[in-house]
């Protein structure tokens, strides 16, 4: 296994999560499939609570607008076993959501009832943020080396925090500095990972971010940053020029401090 000798000048790593720390498969085939199958329960418990409403309240006025824009929407068949009003109300936001999801919508109502109830999944413990066997014991590596680490990632700050303080690993919210999402900018403009350098003070050169998306490693890298393309199972596979063009690594431990305080 080739090792990659980092710079001596870095001071911080910055990390992607999904395809980096994280299975890219986290999302897809744990996170979405939970909404799926929990939303009817989700929304019978909590009906009548004040945030619940207010998502409710969001995925309605979502609805109206798709309407009025013409998109298609869900066909609300009326279920002749509905019993009462409230079952029927829960049945046609559960048909709106699924019809949102499944023509993967990206809206502010669908993602706020989601971060509600993922919330809610891992205070109970049903869901646990993955995290590769080698990320912890590196991240601690370079730690007691006196580097920082940051996260980037284009999930909220708050889900990235429940990631990781959830985890299959226990509470890992003290290895990080810091975390970043997209209120800093997109992941593939080299301005956001300008505004990360300010915001961490220091100088480019000092930063290696970490991640399994070649376009945010050139923008990284037009950034000033140092960069190395993480390659885990399932994750898109790189062209032969990607591959030239960067350094890769199929795990942390590969990245080998020599000089770094
Ligand atoms: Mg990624």
Redesign the pocket.
Known sequence: MASISVPENIRAFLL?????TTP?TFVKDILFPYIRENLEAYLSAHWEEDECKQDVHLLKKQAEEDLRQNKACPVHAVDQTVHTDEEKAIREVVDSVLWEMAADRKTTALKQLQGHMWRAAYLMGKIKGEVYPDVVPSIRQWRHHGLQIYIY?SGSVEAQKLLFRYSVEGNLLDLFDGHFDTNIGAKVESKSYENIVVKIGCQPEEIMFL???TR?AKAAEDAGMNVAV?VRPG?MELTEEERNKYRTITSFNQLELSGNV
């Open positions: 992607d999560i999904e395809g980096t890219i990632s991640t399994d998306v945010e993480v994750n």
